[in-house]
T-cell receptor, first 113, second 109 residues
């Protein structure tokens, strides 16, 4: 079956702008998680959605938000971009959440200038 | 607080040598622990989870609750094992993975 897809793969934005990233999970998976990956901090959990409900949120400012649609596709939004938001954003899907095997997408590389 | 610590950023070994990637965790209760691996230009993928107690690609990991460790081991390293390895812990609600900062394993001939 098709893997997790993320669009776009690369993005360059200017400080102060906002951005929306998209994630399509594996068919049948109802949980979608988002992670930020940076060289300094590694992989940090952003939030998790299950059946359109946010079940958990990591320690990130309110500028980071997300949502999940009825078909389990998910989007995350970052408003008022800062230079420090430059990172690889990974989406992962699973049957039911963190304790289950997570299938990761290729990531969206966001560069803020 | 729930935390995963991987003390080594880089581990370099020769082909055929034993490998041990260290992972320590902080957690109240019974943890769900995983090892994820990222090969060059590939996606992050699950290597193994402690609850299944299986050996994948020759790797094993034993949960030691007394030492709060979940070290990854392989008796004889292969060059194709070169990758970034992440230890991860599921939070108590089972809704998030808490990752360590990862260890790069480099196996040379």
């Amino acid at each position: 079956k098709a893997g997790v897809t993320q669009t776009p793969r690369y993005l360059i934005k200017t400080r102060g702008q906002q951005v929306t990233l998209s994630c399509s999970p594996i068919s049948g998976h109802r949980s979608v998680s988002w992670y930020q990956q940076t060289p300094g901090q590694g992989l940090q959990f952003l939030f998790e959605y299950f059946s359109e409900t946010q079940r958990n949120k990591g320690n990130f400012p309110g500028r980071f938000s997300g949502r999940q649609f009825s078909n389990s596709r998910s989007e995350m939004n970052v408003s008022t971009l800062e230079l420090g938001d430059s990172a690889l954003y990974l989406c992962a899907s699973s049957l039911a959440g963190g304790a289950y095997e997570q299938y990761f997408g290729p990531g969206t590389r966001l560069t803020v200038t | 607080a729930q935390r995963v610590t991987q003390p080594e950023k880089l581990l370099s070994v020769f082909k055929g040598a034993p490998v041990e990637l260290k992972c320590n965790y902080s957690y109240s209760g019974s943890p769900e622990l995983f090892w994820y691996v990222q090969y060059s230009r590939q996606r992050l993928q699950l290597l193994l989870r402690h609850i299944s107690r299986e050996s994948i690609k020759g790797f094993t990991a034993d949960l030691n609750k007394g030492e709060t460790s979940f070290h990854l081991k392989k008796p004889f390293a292969q060059e194709e094992d070169s990758a970034m390895y992440y230890c991860a812990l599921s939070n108590q609600a089972g809704t998030a993975l808490i990752f360590g900062k990862g260890t790069t394993l480099s196996v040379s001939s």
